[in-house]
């Protein structure tokens, strides 16, 4: 994977306080990361890079929407990104020992160190703003944005599926009162 060298920090000269930093993400940013499922990025990343002595403090702001597929009706749609996560960065002698501790919120970095890369933060906080199930959002009616023909198949299985008595649960609906 290739060094996205836009997305390195070099903290070493710079004032302790606080840095922002702009980025606009798009699909080619992705291509080091292999196949994504969502396409036509257009995030904006805000970041805030609050140095101080021996750690930093970054906030990431995601903004911009993805095209992702939905879940109920299979069409693709425009979904919204919004979120921020927080980030330490500590220095230390010894990194590699100190990034084993578990804590995902804390990364260790070598004080003989100049740069940071918040490339994989930034590729790792785009994919957590997008939920886990995807479904188109509500009309301005109230009505679901899906495909009207997938919502009305979908409505027409769930009445044949509670219509159709099962055989096999026959014998065990005795029990349901017990």
């Known amino acids: 994977m290739k060094q996205l060298r836009e997305f390195d920090i070099a903290f070493v000269g710079l004032k302790p306080g606080v840095h922002t ?4 993400i798009n699909d080619s940013f992705f291509e080091n990361y292999g196949q994504q499922d969502f396409s036509n990025c257009k995030a904006t990343v805000k970041l805030q890079f609050d140095k101080k002595s021996n750690f930093f403090m970054l906030k990431f702001e995601i903004g911009g929407t993805v095209t992702v597929t939905c879940d109920r009706c299979g069409q693709p749609f425009e979904m919204q990104l919004w979120d921020d996560f927080d980030q330490v960065v500590k220095l ?3 990194p590699g020992e100190m990034n084993d501790t ?31 199930q995807r479904i188109h959002p509500d ?4 009505k679901s944005g899906c495909d009207p023909k997938v919502i009305e198949m979908l409505e027409k299985m ?3 599926a509670n219509d159709a008595s099962n055989p096999i649960w026959k014998d065990l609906e005795k029990f349901r009162d017990n």
Do not use: C
């Open 92 to 94: 230390v002698e010894n």
């Open 139 to 142: 009309n301005s009616e109230g």
């Open 158 to 160: 769930r009445q044949q």
């Open 102 to 132: 578990g804590d995902p919120d804390v990364k260790y970095i070598s004080q003989t160190d100049s740069h940071v890369n918040v490339a994989d933060w930034i590729y790792e906080f785009i994919n957590l703003s997008i939920p886990m």
């Open 21 to 24: 930093f702009q980025y606009e």
